[in-house]
């Protein structure tokens, strides 16, 4: 079954960067692009945007363009995110998402992971 | 900037029916939105109720269903049930690869 393990808990100082990361595992890793998404402490979910992963090219959503910075590396099955330049209101819980289905425009976030909390202080 | 609107919160009686929009603030959803619904309860990752407007995956049940209507798409929930007292959020394709949540939906049971 498709499972999506996030790395753990960060603790980081304004001015910081953090990387996370996200193991696939129960499919094949590059059939599917992976969605990030940022939850801050009692909000809404924020799609950030998403990486295919086959291509390794990321689409950003428009506030998170900059600091934001999406990659994978296949031979470990692995998708990251890395937020450079850390500020308190990016403290928040970061979820990723595998797509349902994939490369059509309908296929969006299906499988979550459990999500990483960065907090910055 | 477009954004996906929602009701804040909503309450229904258990067994009860309950219906929640998903809008965009400028134009209208369609089935090219490819509306999805999310239910996610406190200190949970989301969890996927509905995709492509009206499809359940399986294991989510029949009591939640999904549609569009005037412009907008609808969560309904009949028969509501004390665990569906959670908060709901959709999902809209924006176009050129884009996707937006909605603010959610806070559902109290009662």
């Known amino acids: 079954q498709v499972h999506l393990e996030q790395s753990g808990s960060e603790v980081k100082k304004p001015g910081a960067s953090v990387k996370i990361s996200c193991k696939g595992s129960?499919?094949?890793?590059?059939?599917?692009?992976l969605n990030w998404v940022r939850q801050a402490p009692g909000q809404g979910l924020e799609w950030m945007g998403r990486i295919d992963t086959n291509t390794g090219n990321p689409t950003y959503a428009q506030a998170f363009t900059g600091r934001f910075v999406f990659s994978s590396d296949t031979s470990v099955n692995t998708a990251f995110l890395e937020i450079n330049s850390l500020q308190p209101d990016d403290t928040a819980v970061y979820y990723c998402?595998?797509?349902?289905?994939?490369?059509?425009?309908?296929?969006?976030?299906?499988?979550w992971g459990q999500g990483t909390v960065v907090n910055v202080s | 900037q477009t954004v996906v609107t929602q009701e804040p919160s909503f309450s229904v009686s258990p067994g009860g029916t309950v219906t929640v929009t998903c809008g965009l603030s400028s134009g209208s959803v369609s089935i090219n939105s490819y509306p999805n619904w999310y239910q996610q309860s406190p200190g949970q990752p989301p969890r996927t109720l509905i995709y492509?407007?009206?499809t359940r995956p399986s294991g989510v049940p029949d009591r939640f269903s999904g549609s569009i209507l005037e412009n907008k798409a609808v969560l309904t929930i009949a028969g509501a049930q004390a665990e569906d007292e959670c908060v709901y959020y959709c999902a809209l394709y924006m176009g050129s690869g884009i996707w937006m949540f909605g603010g959610g939906t806070k559902l109290t049971v009662l």
């Open positions: 129960g499919y094949i890793f590059n059939g599917y692009s």
């Open positions: 998402a595998r797509d349902r289905c994939k490369g059509a425009t309908g296929c969006h976030a299906f499988y």
């Open positions: 492509n407007t009206n």
